[in-house]
């Protein structure tokens, strides 16, 4: 019986260890014996000489740290195949070749061209998402690095303001709402909340479309039963940074919502948009963060466990002997780990399937984290049935 052939055990296997600045090539011949070391500035010349040394060396396979980044696009664009080894992998793997863990940039190269020549059968090649689905998953990604700096600010106002106007604090409902912005921007000094009167409140809130202006009697109240704020000179000074405050939020919010609109947009025309909108209380910007951190490369996850293991949805297990510990899974893909637990623990408001289990979960014992874990798991399942298939959820199957 003849086994056939694959030239790829026969060719050189290259390893890759990303930096900012430059870049470590290791290339390994089919003994382990290393053929080529090197390092490359991260410039396009640098980029196409690590190319040329690849194509030069007869090197078919990569192995890699990183998923994306224009080394990534190059190699593959160059028709390498690519296999990505985790970081955390990586610092184990060097305890093949001594006990000591030394961290190298070089050497870790070395490390990822052996891994791919002995453990090629054990990686799956990388395939990228399509041009729609990364677009998207930076936009989606921005808005929520953009979300976590107002936040930062809010509660860096929120602090400011225990000072200056604490009767500002819980005056109404969200510390960044665009109400206490304007409120801000109009009365930035005790003396100038001072001068309010029931009336003028209302006559204000009536200015800036406030929805119940007749509220304004309760509104003075509470601001009369604060503590006083800074007063004299300083009130005026610290007016200042108050003022920094509030512009810097605003300009957080408007751009915010012209990436919610960018992002509404983009999933629109996404051909998997009826996959993830479909879903319950996913709306605009849910769906968009699932759908972007999944992918729309269906080879990632052959199976739904795959998806659930990188999610951290599924536990890990640990057994020696007698004594099994089913734990937390840590190793897992963060960004796809927030955005399905962010969906999971909203769902079981409005899905009777997903109340009940949720509901079981937490009558086992479960604190909310964990139930919201659980029900992740079989949303998961769910979500990658639709994915995989191309048909939007159906609550009655």
Same mark, same amino acid.
């Given at each position: 019986?003849?086994?056939? =052939? ?39 010349? #640098? ?44 610092? =184990? ?7 000591? #863990? ?60 225990? =000072? ?77 940074? *108050? ?33 993830? *909108? ?38 890990? *297990?640990?057994?020696? #002997? ?22 999971? #623990? ?34 998961? =399942? ?16």
């Amino acid at each position: 019986m003849s086994v056939e =052939h694959d030239p790829s055990m026969s060719r050189p296997t290259a390893g890759v260890d990303w930096a900012s600045t430059e870049h470590a090539l290791a290339i390994v011949g089919p003994d382990g014996v290393e053929i080529q070391r090197m390092l490359v500035e991260h410039t396009a010349a #640098g980029l196409r000489k690590l190319l040329r040394c690849l194509q030069q060396a007869r090197v078919l396979e990569v192995g890699i740290e990183r998923p994306d980044g224009p080394i990534v696009e190059a190699l593959l664009e160059a028709g390498f195949t690519v296999f990505v080894i985790a970081p955390n992998q990586i610092k =184990h793997l060097r305890r093949r070749y001594g006990a000591a #863990g030394n961290k190298d940039d070089r050497f870790d190269a070395y490390v990822l061209a052996d891994t791919v020549r002995t453990d090629r059968h054990r990686l799956r090649p990388l395939t990228l998402d399509s041009p729609a689905t990364r677009t998207l998953r930076m936009t989606v990604r921005a808005r929520k690095d953009l979300i976590a700096a107002r936040v930062a600010m809010a509660n860096q106002l929120r602090a400011h303001l225990e =000072h200056v106007l604490p009767g500002v604090i819980g005056l109404f409902r969200d510390i960044d709402s665009a109400i206490t912005l304007s409120f801000l921007t109009r009365f930035t000094t005790q003396e100038q909340v001072d001068w309010l009167s029931p009336r003028r409140l209302q006559n204000w809130l009536r200015t800036v479309s406030y929805p119940n202006p007749a509220r304004a009697g309760l509104l003075h109240e509470r601001l009369l039963a604060s503590t006083r704020g800074t007063t004299g000179p300083q009130a005026t000074a610290r007016a200042h940074v *108050t003022a920094a405050l509030v512009a810097g939020l605003t300009a957080l919010r408007e751009q915010i919502d012209t990436l919610e609109e960018q992002i509404e947009i983009q999933l629109l025309q996404h051909p998997d948009a009826a996959v993830f *909108t479909s879903l319950p209380r996913a709306g605009i910007v849910r769906a968009a963060r699932l759908l972007a951190e999944i992918g729309d490369a269906r080879g990632r996850f052959p199976t739904p466990e795959a998806l659930t293991c990188l999610a951290g949805a599924a536990p890990s *297990t640990r057994q020696s #002997g007698k004594v099994k510990v089913v734990g937390f899974r840590w190793a897992v893909d963060k960004q796809l780990r927030g955005a399905v637990i962010d969906f999971a #623990g909203d769902s079981h408001h409005t899905n009777p399937w997903a109340a009940d289990l949720y509901r079981r979960a937490r009558t086992r014992g479960h604190d909310h984290p964990h139930a919201t874990r659980i029900l992740a798991r079989a949303w998961l =399942h769910v979500i990658w049935r639709c994915w995989q298939d191309g048909v939007a959820y159906d609550p009655t199957r």
